[in-house]
């Protein structure tokens, strides 16, 4: 069973920074693309980043480029996210995903999240 | 970048009826759409993927098709359990863009 558990999230303070990660089980993570998509409250969905199998190419929006760093580690089949400046803005739940492979690279799995709160 | 327009923004649909929520890209996306399911407090569950086909698990009064640039999803004979917000998702090229959501509740 594909398993994606989020972890790091907390109360932050504009212009810190945060770390978060994702445990991945159930399926050869060095296979897949993954990626972080994140939700604000009461609002839509917004993709944050994509990093490749390697791990050499990494996809971001402008909203977070710069500030935003996606990363992994195979060997531990984990996905990491450097979040530095923060901003109000970020506040959101961040979720984990699985792209698909072959087919579209959709997102097939998800985690169940984890929150971000950026304020002072 | 490509926007994906969603509508409506909510609706609330009688147990039984028949319901459709469309997505317009405003540039070509080559059927590289999927549409996802969102309960509250819960993370989205993929639902249909590249436009028409329907992920594993997923019951068969849900279906998805295409229209030019318009993308759709349909419930057929809507059930109690199908109440949540509905995203669809172009992943044709980066930034990979969703759009803005539909409420589902029943009537």
């Known amino acids: 069973e594909v398993q994606l558990v989020e972890s790091g999230g907390g109360l932050v303070q504009p212009g810190r920074s945060l770390k978060l990660s994702c445990a991945a089980s159930g399926f050869t993570f060095s296979n897949y693309y993954m990626a972080w998509v994140r939700q604000a409250p009461k609002k839509g969905l917004e993709w944050v980043a994509t990093i490749s199998t390697s791990g050499s190419r990494t996809y971001y929006p402008d909203s977070v480029k710069g500030r935003f760093t996606i990363s992994r580690d195979n060997a531990k089949s984990s996905l990491y996210l450097q979040m530095n400046s923060l901003k109000s803005e970020d506040t959101a739940t961040y979720y984990c995903?699985?792209?698909?492979?072959?087919?579209?690279?959709?997102?097939?799995?998800w985690g169940q999240g984890v929150m971000v709160t950026v304020s002072s | 970048d490509i926007q994906m327009t969603q509508s409506p923004s909510s609706i609330s649909v009688s147990l039984g009826d028949r319901f459709t929520i469309t997505c317009r890209a405003s540039?070509?996306?080559?059927?590289?759409l999927s549409w996802y399911q969102q309960k509250p407090e819960k993370s989205p569950k993929l639902m249909i993927y590249r436009a028409t086909n329907l992920e594993d698990g997923v019951p068969s009064r849900f279906s998805g098709s295409r229209s030019g640039s318009d993308y759709s999803l349909t419930i057929n004979s809507l059930e109690s359990e199908d109440t949540g917000i509905y995203f669809c998702l172009q992943h044709k090229q980066y930034p990979l863009t969703f759009g803005s959501g539909t409420k589902l509740e029943i009537k």
């Open positions: 995903a699985r792209h698909e492979t072959g087919r579209g690279y959709y997102f097939d799995y």
């Open positions: 540039q070509d996306i080559g059927n590289y």
